[in-house]
Structure formats: C-alpha cells, structure tokens
C-alpha cells in the first residue's frame, strides 16, 4: 500500500490493482473509503487502477485541521498523488461524490488531466444537485420490483425531508437487488467517515459560474456516464453536465443503478475501457 504526504502532512494512502498504464481513481461517497469500489467490475484487467483514500477514510489518516475536508481543499490531495505518481498527465476516474472532486482537480489543473471519466458523477461543483423529483422520478421505474412496496415509503419521507436516511431504501441505488448489492451497501456501514461527509460540502467549496468557464476551456476528453434507473444523477443531469465540456460523450447504462460496475460489469468495463484507450464506442447506449 503505498503512502504518500498532503502539502499540509497528512499521509495519505493508495490502492494500486492490476497491471497497464495507471488510472487514478477517486471514491465518492462523500468521503468514503475507496475500497468500495473493488476492482470496478473488472477493470483492472485493462488498466492499473490507483485507488486514493481521501483523507480521514480507509488507511489515509485524519487531518489536523477537519476544515480540510472540503472538497475544493481536497484539489492538492490528488495533484499531491499525481506528483507521487510521477505522471505528467493523468487519467482520472471519479465515482459520484468524487466527480465534483474531479471536476475541480480539472478545472485548477487541466494540463493535468489526459481523460476525464465521471462515473453517475453528482455535479454539486457546477450548481446541478440531483433533485427529489429527479430521485422520485427514478423511483417510479423500479415500481414493479418485490422490494418496492417496502422500501417506497421511507423513500418518499427522506426525499420529503420528513425521515431520515434508512437501510430499507438501499435499492433504489442498485439495478439489481441481489447478494452483490446487499453486501456492498452493508459494507458501507464501516467504510464512511460521517464527520467528513458533513464537511465535504461546506460554505465555499463550490463555485460554480468560475468552474464552469474553467471547463468549458478543457481540452481532455471526458466521458460521462449515467445508469438508466439512477436518480443521482439521471440521464437527463448527465446530458447537462457533459454539455459543459467541449469534448465530451455520454453513456447510459441499461438498467444500471448508483454502482453500474456491479450491476453488470462487463458492459461497464467494456465501455470506460473504450473510452480511456480512445476507441469508438461501438453500439453501446449512448
């Protein structure tokens, strides 16, 4: 596991898997250990995947200073990591709550960054937050699913702002309720740093009128893609961010929740891989 140190000291921690050309990767959340993300579906099998714990989570230590959990401070823990790295350039994967990281690492470095892949990327840095319509929207898809009827109400309370978050909802974030998911949504009670997540969000992290003209002068590629039954973000939010860019393509994943490398990892491989290696996407969905 390498180690590496922030510009203010704190160590920080990485995950390298498999072999090639290295990919960094950046978990969401906000602000949970990357070993959510497994191998993504297998892509360590094309690419060598550097997973980052951002600091406070997985083996990465707790700053000094918990103001440094803000996301537009977070920057120079991965600028910290691509200099460790030894890369001129880098390719950055980001999932969800990582992908407004992301974006802001592009935005302050974009001679950085070689490919952009934002995987159903919440864009909170670009003033686009997933919406309760956006989710109940996405809700009413999976109406027809055995867990439904159970899962819906505690559902509607959240996104009314009536409950809190509970266990039974985890579905709506999953295409497919199955072992797979059940484990990795429980592996997820030891895996957040919840004091962080409060923070990851603050007053000043976003900006989004200066990140957006930052982006719109991005010269890498960058591919957004969304899962067709996610409520955050849904296709349509994807659309909208990957409109930001001048050079961008959006994928949707058929029947893909929250997580889409697993609800069917060869076609999420399949297509990241593409787009990273600089191939035509073929006839996937998009």
Do not use: K
């Amino acid at each position: 596991m390498p180690i590496f140190t922030a510009p203010d000291g704190t160590t920080l921690a990485c995950h390298p898997r498999g072999q090639g050309e290295p990919l960094v990767v950046l978990p969401g959340g906000p602000m949970r250990a990357s070993a959510c993300l497994g191998n993504l579906g297998g892509l360590d099998a094309h690419r060598r995947l550097v997973l980052l714990d951002l600091r406070g989570t997985g083996e990465s230590s707790a700053p000094e200073d918990p103001s440094t959990y803000r996301c537009d401070r977070l920057v120079e823990d991965v600028e910290a990591l691509r200099a460790h790295l030894g890369l001129e350039r880098m390719d950055l994967l980001a999932h969800s709550a990582g992908g407004s990281l992301a974006l802001l690492y592009a935005a302050r470095h974009p001679e950085r960054v070689a490919r952009l892949a934002l995987i159903t990327a919440t864009p909170w840095a670009l003033g686009m937050p997933a919406t309760a319509e956006d989710r109940r929207a996405a809700a009413l898809l999976r109406r027809d699913e055995p867990w439904y009827p159970q899962a819906w109400p505690a559902y509607r309370d959240w996104l009314d702002g009536t409950g809190g978050y509970d266990p039974a909802f985890a579905p709506f974030f999953y295409g497919r309720w199955d072992e797979t998911a059940r484990a990795h949504d429980q592996a997820g009670d030891t895996e957040y740093n919840d004091e962080a997540a409060e923070l990851f969000g603050a007053d000043g992290a976003w900006d989004p009128p200066a990140t957006r003209a930052a982006l719109a002068r991005l010269t890498a590629p960058v591919l957004v893609l969304a899962g067709e039954l996610d409520g955050g973000p849904r296709p349509d939010l994807a659309r909208r961010c990957a409109e930001v860019f001048p050079h961008a393509e959006l994928a949707v994943q058929p029947g893909a929740g929250h997580y889409p490398w697993l609800d069917d990892p060869e076609w999420f491989t399949g297509r990241v891989e593409r787009f990273l290696s600089g191939r035509p996407a073929g006839r996937t969905r998009s």
